[in-house]
């Protein structure tokens, strides 16, 4: 499966919003990109999926280019709970839908 | 709400021992999938299972195999722990749109 890059860290403050954006050049044409967002001591857990252009729904949104070797997750408004790791990874959307997961990028998020 | 359960938490074993990791999901889902979460080295896919009876290697599959005989759970099998496989494991199940659904965790410690 194709590898994700992503920071390894982001420092924000309360009520911006945050944008990571995920490499990943080697995209196959049967991949979606998934996040996952995960607390210390528990696993992850899924924030949203796309395959191209934006995807909303209530908690972020991520943008595709169309040539879909990146991706950005953003997040508004964040708050100190949302101080975790985010996983960019890729989906293959037949074979169970095995994913890889990358390093992740530890978000935290000061008052 | 979809839930992943994990028959321990917390696991001490002998090295040498033969160490068994019990998960279950409740909702019907496909698949289901084991994962190891090592400081610095993010999750790491161990084995998936697509169907009753059907397992696939993943990234790191050597030192590990497991067994699925009902849809429901998903078992992975030590048959020789050693030091080395001192770990968070992670169990996941996931339907036909691929999210994947994460269990609480099994620390297990091999000494």
């Known amino acids: 499966l194709a590898k994700t890059t992503q920071p390894i860290s982001m420092d924000s403050y309360e009520g911006q919003e945050v944008n990571i954006t995920c490499s990943h050049n080697n995209i196959a044409t049967n991949d979606y990109i998934t996040w996952y967002q995960q607390f210390p001591s528990q696993g992850p857990r899924f924030i949203i999926q796309g395959y191209k252009t934006k995807v909303t729904n209530e908690v972020a949104s991520l943008f595709i280019p169309a040539d879909r070797k990146s991706s950005t997750l953003s997040l508004p408004r964040v708050s100190l709970s949302d101080t975790a790791v985010y996983y960019c990874l890729l989906t293959y959307n037949t074979n169970a839908g095995k994913s890889t997961f990358g390093d992740g990028t530890t978000l935290t998020v000061k008052p | 709400d979809v839930k992943v359960t994990q028959s321990s938490r917390y696991l001490v074993k002998r090295t040498g021992e033969k160490v068994f990791l019990e998960c279950v999901q409740d909702m019907d889902h496909e698949n289901m999938f084991w994962y190891r979460q090592d400081p610095g080295l993010g999750l790491r896919l161990i084995y998936f299972?697509?169907?009753?009876?059907?397992?696939e290697k993943g990234d790191i599959p050597e030192g590990y195999s497991v067994s699925r005989e009902k849809k429901e759970r998903f078992s992975l099998i030590l048959e020789s722990a050693s030091t080395n496989q001192t770990s968070m494991y992670l169990c996941?199940?996931?339907?036909?749109?691929?999210?994947?659904?994460f269990g609480p965790g099994t620390r297990l410690t091999v000494t």
């Open positions: 299972s697509y169907d009753v009876k059907m397992k």
């Open positions: 996941a199940s996931s339907s036909y749109n691929y999210e994947q659904y």
